[in-house]
């Protein structure tokens, strides 16, 4: 082993400032926690008056090839972290040299890109949608010929809440489809996925230090619209079998990688109750919001104590949740949603509500293994 910051082995301690690479939402509450510990925090996006730069101690705004503010802020931090994953590698093989990076690069670049995320996967056994790499109209035609349709197809890169892909119909004309993908910029690298009939979805979260020692959060349900997630219900209505089966696959991704802080896995549970797994996110995840309230540890502190090199809370469900994601105008009506007393009501301090645009959302309890159905 080297010597060098990404190998440190001491506690960050309280009073150390931690680095957040992105200045969103989940940076913001991440913050927030980091300062209940004791932390201070210093964010850098290229985004002016970021969520995140609210509540934080310290703000670096540029862009991520800015070199320059990458080595102050390097060095200016005790520890750095990422709130999204889409960072180019090199500005985080940069940041190694200067502090210790959690997760590592490693992680993020399985994480940024479909195809290692799908390799990483299945190269330890962990199922997928059947799925193939193609690069052009020809290979998407004879991938189309091996998976079949319906199917989807989807950027490499880059795809988040459903952008970057298009669905594939018995019917579809594969020049059509990949001239969609592309939108008009040329070839873009892409995997063809078969559709999956899925019953549910569902995600885990597990918090991960760097000794090994792992916790993970129970398994919830998701609920899309639009391809953004809507809804998740905590716990979800599964097999405490399968719920276990999720966990540990989350649990063998987080160890194959030597992940420390958070790993997010979104699975489909299909019809004859596999797991598949969909994507993966090395970073707090929307589908863990309702930790914030449900739980004696939330996500956001489990995540700041992994990446501190601190003991793990418990993660332990305290009460059942239903979390309702507020896009766009719909955070407007606080006044109303904060009417009803049982509603925790988190807003990120966006000003501008874009339609689709994440603005905040409201947790709802229950009692423990009351099993809510959805948000009513
Ligand atoms: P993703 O960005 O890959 O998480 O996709 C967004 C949403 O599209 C998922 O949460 C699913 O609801 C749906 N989806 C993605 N991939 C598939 C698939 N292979 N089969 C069925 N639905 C999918």
């Given at each position: 082993m080297t010597d060098s910051p990404s190998s440190q082995r001491e506690p960050i301690k309280p009073g150390s400032t931690i680095g957040i690479i992105g200045g969103g939402q989940l940076g913001r509450m991440t913050a927030v926690a980091a300062a209940e510990l004791g932390y201070r925090v210093h964010v850098f996006t290229?985004?002016?008056?970021s969520p995140a730069e609210q509540v934080c101690d310290h703000a670096t705004v540029a862009t991520y090839d800015d070199q320059d503010a990458i080595e102050t802020f390097g060095r200016s931090v005790d520890v750095v972290t990422f709130e999204f994953e889409n960072v180019p590698a090199e500005t985080v093989r940069h940041l190694s040299d200067l502090a210790p990076v959690r997760p590592s690069w490693e992680c993020l670049a399985i994480c940024q890109d479909r195809i290692r995320e799908k390799r990483f996967c299945n190269d330890l056994g962990i199922e997928t949608a059947p799925w193939k790499a193609v690069s052009n109209v020809e290979e998407l035609t004879a991938a189309i010929a091996t998976i079949g349709a319906p199917s989807i197809l989807k950027t490499t890169r880059l795809g988040y809440d459903g952008k970057g892909q298009v669905r594939i119909k018995p019917d579809t004309d594969p020049a059509d489809a990949w001239a969609e993908l592309c939108g008009g910029q040329g070839d873009v690298a892409a995997i063809l996925e078969g559709f999956v009939d899925f019953r549910m979805e569902v995600s885990v979260i597990t918090a991960r230090r760097p000794n090994g020692a792992m916790a993970s959060f129970d398994v919830v349900e998701n609920r899309h619209k639009d391809g953004i997630l809507d809804v998740t219900i905590a716990p979800a209505d599964i097999s405490a079998e399968l719920a276990e089966k999720a966990r540990a696959i989350g649990q063998k991704m987080a160890e194959a990688m030597d992940l420390v802080g958070l790993l997010a896995v979104e699975l489909f549970v299909t019809q004859d109750d596999h797991l598949l797994v969909n994507e993966m996110a090395p970073r707090p995840h929307n589908s863990g919001h309702w930790s914030q309230d449900g739980c004696k540890t939330s996500q956001f502190e489990q995540f700041v104590r992994a990446v501190a090199d601190l003991p793990l809370g418990t993660p332990e469900r305290h009460s059942d949740a239903v979390m309702l994601n507020l896009l766009g105008v719909d955070a407007n009506l606080w006044e109303q949603q904060l009417a009803d007393p049982e509603n925790k009501l988190h807003l990120y301090g966006k000003a501008e509500p874009r339609a689709?645009?994440?603005m905040g959302h409201i947790n709802r309890l229950y009692p423990k293994g009351s099993q809510p159905k959805g948000w009513d």
């Open positions: 290229p985004e002016v008056d689709g645009r994440k």
